[in-house]
């Protein structure tokens, strides 16, 4: 009876399954071929220094475009980059055009401007990173000091040596570091004593809903305190509305990141954003982006 109820179950599984794996099977192919196809582009955007309005930097989001014209979003394909080891070879690919253009903007007189790269745990495997940042700082010569590289929770909590010396190593390099989408892990917080960051990102779930009748404004200003005592800048993510801007600067908070001024957009098109940007009049109390 047992075993029969067994089989049951896993043909179940087996059946409803298969269609979902089948299509991850064909995507994580299809990844493979879409790095030499150059189906993938870098997108920024821009971060903005709250109490000065300035643009301070750029984070660099993949776009995947297939060839029927679609775009498959980070959060789908990610994951399975991730579980098929490929996202080593984007993710370097990612660090390389990044750093290119962020040198690019510099060239064009954004002189102050520095990339944020997404990091996958996977880039940490096979003990090469710190040789591929600083590679792909050296071949456009930017400096250690424009980069930095954005790690979740869940990464830094693992407290793995191998990856502690990496990031060690990186760090020592100049490169800063970030903790993106903070708040969403685990509540296990001793990793910030140990990790030397220079920033964290509040989640935009958190900030999205600040306005709203959920405790997500006393936990973002508990956040911001946090980061104020631990010496760390805070960037709020997900900023789509200037109501909101004005309580992230009452509540402290140095950077902000949304909507509100840009979505990510191609590399030339952010170039024309970072110089219409300077050209607006940033008096306006009321208004944090006029374009
Ligand atoms: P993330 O690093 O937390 O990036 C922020 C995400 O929030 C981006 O989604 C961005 O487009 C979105 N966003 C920014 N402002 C707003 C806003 O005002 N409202 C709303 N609703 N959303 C906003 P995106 O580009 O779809 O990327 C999703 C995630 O995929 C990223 O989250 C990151 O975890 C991952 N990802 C993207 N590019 C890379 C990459 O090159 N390497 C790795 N490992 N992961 C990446
Ligand atoms: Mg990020
Ligand atoms: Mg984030
Ligand atoms: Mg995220």
Same mark, same amino acid.
């Given at each position: 009876?047992?075993?029969?109820?067994?089989?049951?179950?896993?043909?179940?599984?087996?059946?409803?399954?298969?269609?979902?794996?089948?299509?991850? +099977?064909?995507?994580?192919?299809?990844?493979?071929?879409?790095?030499?196809?150059? @189906?993938?582009?870098?997108? !920024?955007?821009?971060?903005?220094?709250?109490?000065?309005?300035?643009?301070?930097?750029?984070?660099? +989001?993949?776009? /995947?475009?297939?060839?029927?014209?679609? =775009?498959?979003?980070?959060?789908?394909?990610?994951? %399975?980059?991730?579980?098929?080891?490929?996202?080593?070879?984007?993710? $370097? /690919?990612? #660090?390389? @055009?990044?750093?290119?253009?962020?040198?690019?903007?510099?060239?064009?007189?954004?002189?102050?401007?520095?990339?944020?790269?997404? #990091?996958? !745990?996977?880039? =940490?495997?096979?003990?090469?990173?710190? $040789?591929?940042?600083?590679?792909?700082?050296?071949?456009?010569? #930017?400096?250690?000091?424009?980069?930095? %590289?954005? %790690?979740?929770?869940?990464?830094?909590?693992?407290?793995?040596?191998?990856?502690?010396?990496?990031?060690?190593?990186?760090?020592?390099?100049?490169?800063?570091?970030?903790?993106?989408?903070?708040?969403?892990? !685990?509540?296990?917080?001793?990793? %910030?004593?140990?990790?030397?960051?220079?920033? +964290?990102?509040?989640?935009?779930?958190?900030?999205?809903?600040?306005?709203?009748?959920?405790?997500?404004?006393? +936990?973002?200003?508990?956040?911001?305190?946090?980061?104020?005592?631990?010496?760390?800048?805070?960037?709020?993510?997900?900023? @789509?509305?200037?109501?909101?801007?004005?309580?992230?600067?009452?509540?402290? $908070?140095?950077?902000?990141?949304?909507?509100? /001024?840009?979505?990510?957009?191609?590399?030339?098109?952010?170039? $024309? /954003?970072?110089?219409? !940007?300077?050209?607006?009049? #940033?008096?306006?109390? =009321?208004?944090?982006?006029?374009?």
């Amino acid at each position: 009876q047992a075993k029969e109820d067994g089989r049951h179950v896993y043909r179940i599984y087996d059946d409803s399954m298969s269609k979902a794996s089948a299509a991850k +099977l064909s995507m994580m192919a299809d990844l493979r071929e879409a790095l030499v196809n150059k @189906e993938f582009q870098v997108y !920024y955007q821009p971060q903005i220094d709250l109490a000065s309005r300035q643009v301070c930097g750029a984070e660099a +989001l993949i776009r /995947w475009q297939r060839r029927d014209g679609s =775009f498959v979003p980070p959060d789908e394909f990610i994951p %399975l980059a991730e579980s098929s080891g490929i996202i080593a070879d984007i993710g $370097c /690919w990612v #660090l390389r @055009e990044a750093c290119r253009d962020c040198a690019g903007w510099r060239q064009a007189g954004f002189t102050h401007m520095s990339v944020s790269v997404n #990091l996958s !745990y996977v880039q =940490f495997r096979d003990g090469e990173l710190e $040789c591929r940042v600083r590679k792909a700082l050296d071949r456009v010569g #930017l400096p250690a000091q424009a980069l930095e %590289l954005e %790690l979740t929770e869940s990464m830094l909590i693992g407290e793995s040596p191998h990856i502690q010396k990496q990031i060690a190593a990186i760090r020592a390099m100049g490169v800063n570091f970030a903790i993106d989408d903070f708040g969403t892990g !685990y509540s296990n917080l001793g990793y %910030l004593r140990r990790f030397s960051a220079t920033r +964290l990102k509040i989640d935009k779930s958190f900030v999205m809903d600040m306005g709203g009748a959920a405790k997500d404004k006393p +936990l973002v200003r508990a956040i911001i305190q946090m980061c104020d005592s631990l010496g760390l800048e805070a960037v709020a993510e997900g900023v @789509e509305d200037n109501e909101t801007v004005r309580e992230l600067l009452a509540l402290g $908070c140095h950077q902000g990141q949304g909507y509100l /001024w840009s979505k990510a957009i191609t590399n030339d098109a952010f170039l $024309c /954003w970072l110089s219409e !940007y300077g050209k607006q009049d #940033l008096s306006d109390p =009321f208004d944090y982006a006029q374009l």
